[in-house]
């Protein structure tokens, strides 16, 4: 039976600290003041008989007991949201709205023509695309704030509660400019990229961990003059306009390789290849609209792997 102490707002409140990993963030955005907070997640610790959150130096972090609780909070909050967009589909003829994170890598390349074969269905359906880093968009996923997350395989320690399927696999490149000198040298590319600025992905980004590896093993330990981003708008315009080395996933340049505006140095980057797919809660049970936006996704898809295959 559940415990009728455990309110909607012990569920909010507690997911939305869980997110924020903050107290004061959590307060911020339910418009609510800190000792509220504190006090409905005492009440929540109380109803449970164990701690969610503890202190982490001048922070808090969800504890493994929280971990598990947050699992079954954030679903419940996604069920009763959904139920919440039936009950106005019934009303007001909408259908429910599906959100989506995308990775940089799928942003450019898979979502345009999957949202162009989703549109010829026409389930009507709101979507809301985000993009941003890998921890970032399962963070919303796990709490229930997306339905799905379009990107790279994360690590398996960040994997617990979610399926992915597998739709192709990418690696990452080392983009410059057209006429880039580094294009007609002959010097060791590797030992060139100290003497470039160098677009590297952040430290939260899901490849930042191939990269370094590759770059180790290729003997480069360090690169004095490097900018992290994981903004692709930013990443091609800086690069468009001087000589620095954008490290990226190959879906992200491949229109501006294609147009002949960026192009690739001649670095064999195959061991840095990685699966890319879809990424759900275990526990999620897609609308009609969801499944069909992950088959247009699949079809766009295959059709990015088709054209890298050739």
Not at 24 to 48: D, F, G, N, W, Y
Not at 181 to 189: A, D, H, K, Y
Not at 279 to 292: C, E
Request: glycine share 6%; proline share 4%.
């Amino acid at each position: 039976m559940i415990d009728s102490r455990v309110k909607f707002r012990h569920l909010q409140t507690f997911v939305e600290v869980a997110r924020q990993k903050s107290v004061m963030k959590a307060a911020e955005l339910l418009h609510v003041s800190q000792p509220a907070v504190t006090k409905t997640i005492r009440e929540l610790e109380e109803v449970l008989g164990v701690a969610v959150f503890e202190r982490d130096g001048r922070g808090i972090k969800i504890t493994r007991y929280g971990e598990v609780f947050l699992r079954h909070a954030g679903a419940a909050l996604t069920a009763l949201r959904q139920g919440l967009d039936s009950v106005s589909q019934e009303r007001f003829g909408e259908a429910p709205p599906i959100r989506i994170g995308a990775l940089p890598t799928v942003s450019t390349r898979i979502m345009p023509r999957a949202m162009e074969l989703f549109l010829k269905e026409n389930t009507w359906s709101r979507i809301k695309i985000v993009t941003g880093e890998n921890a970032v968009l399962l963070e919303q996923l796990r709490v229930g704030d997306l339905d799905v997350v379009v990107g790279r395989l994360a690590s398996a320690e960040k994997m617990a509660g979610f399926s992915f399927e597998h739709l192709y696999s990418e690696q990452v490149v080392f983009a410059v400019r057209a006429g880039h000198p580094l294009l007609e040298s002959r010097r060791s590319l590797f030992s060139s990229l100290g003497d470039y600025t160098v677009l590297m992905p952040t430290r939260a980004s899901i490849i930042r961990p191939f990269v370094e590896s590759f770059l180790i093993a290729n003997g480069v330990a360090s690169l004095p003059n490097q900018i992290e981003t994981v903004s692709d708008a930013f990443g091609r315009a800086f690069v468009r306009k001087s000589d620095a080395i954008w490290i990226i996933s190959s879906g992200v340049v491949a229109s501006d390789v294609s147009d002949g505006v960026l192009c690739v140095l001649p670095i064999d980057t195959t061991e840095t290849r990685g699966p890319v797919g879809l990424t759900m809660r275990t526990d999620a049970i897609p609308s009609l609209p969801q499944s069909i936006l992950m088959q247009t996704i699949r079809e766009a898809a295959a059709e990015v792997a088709a054209a890298d295959s050739l």
